[in-house]
């Protein structure tokens, strides 16, 4: 049981690229959400989505898409990359919705030169 | 706005010190609590979570923390720590007006041996 799993691990990028972080889960989880982790800010919601097909934005949507098409995958995609969008993003996943126990991966560490 | 605020953002022990960090919230409604914790090169995991009933909470490795209603309060605690507790801590909150959830900033603990 992997659980849920992010990639790349690490990545850079320049400003004005686009590029799609990738989260799957195992766990037939219905709820599935990206935050971003600030130094300082804890973490914030990107986006998340309750289901397939279903998907609603969060605190910080701006700059970033996202997409439901099976239970299992939800990337994130940054349309044209900026350097404030250096940090680290984290998928979790949870049974039904965002007020349940969440599971992570482990992370993607993006730098935006 | 929703905010929650974790009081400490570093933390230095001893060993074998009690430990509590202070987790205060800003909603005046019904709310899930949680604590998660993140070791070192680790990602989050669930380290207790409050819904109902009990206000006094215990989760994994010792740990436990208290919902105090009146003070929108939901303190960690830990009587006597080990070095392997150096970790970040997060606190996070769902308001049942939106079922996401609202991080505070993370404590980072270090435990020294």
């Known amino acids: 049981n992997a659980g849920v799993t992010q990639t790349p691990k690490f990545q850079v990028l320049k400003t004005g690229q686009s590029m799609t972080l990738q989260c799957a889960q195992d766990m037939n989880h219905e709820y599935m959400s990206w935050y971003r982790q600030d130094p300082g800010m804890g973490l914030r919601l990107i986006h998340y989505?309750?289901?397939?097909?279903?998907?609603d934005q969060g605190e910080v949507p701006n700059g970033y898409n996202v997409s439901r098409s099976t239970t299992e995958d939800f990337p994130l995609r940054l349309l044209s990359a900026a350097p404030s969008q250096t940090s680290v993003y984290f998928c979790a996943s949870s049974y039904t919705s965002g007020n349940q126990p969440q599971h992570f991966g482990d992370g993607t560490r993006l730098s935006i030169l | 706005a929703q905010s929650v605020s974790q009081h400490n953002h570093h933390v230095i022990l001893s060993e074998a010190a009690s430990l509590e960090l202070g987790c205060n919230y800003s909603y005046g409604g019904t709310v899930n609590l949680f604590w998660y914790v993140q070791y070192p090169g680790q990602h989050l995991q669930l380290l207790l979570k409050?819904?109902?009933?009990d206000p006094l909470v215990k989760g994994i490795k010792g740990f436990e923390a208290e919902f105090i209603k009146s003070k929108f309060s939901f303190n960690l605690r830990k009587p006597s720590v080990q070095w392997s507790d150096t970790a970040e801590y997060f606190c996070a909150v769902s308001p049942d007006s939106n079922y996401q959830l609202i991080w505070g900033a993370g404590t980072k603990l270090i435990i020294k041996p």
């Open positions: 409050y819904f109902s009933g």
């Open positions: 989505s309750v289901g397939a097909g279903i998907t």
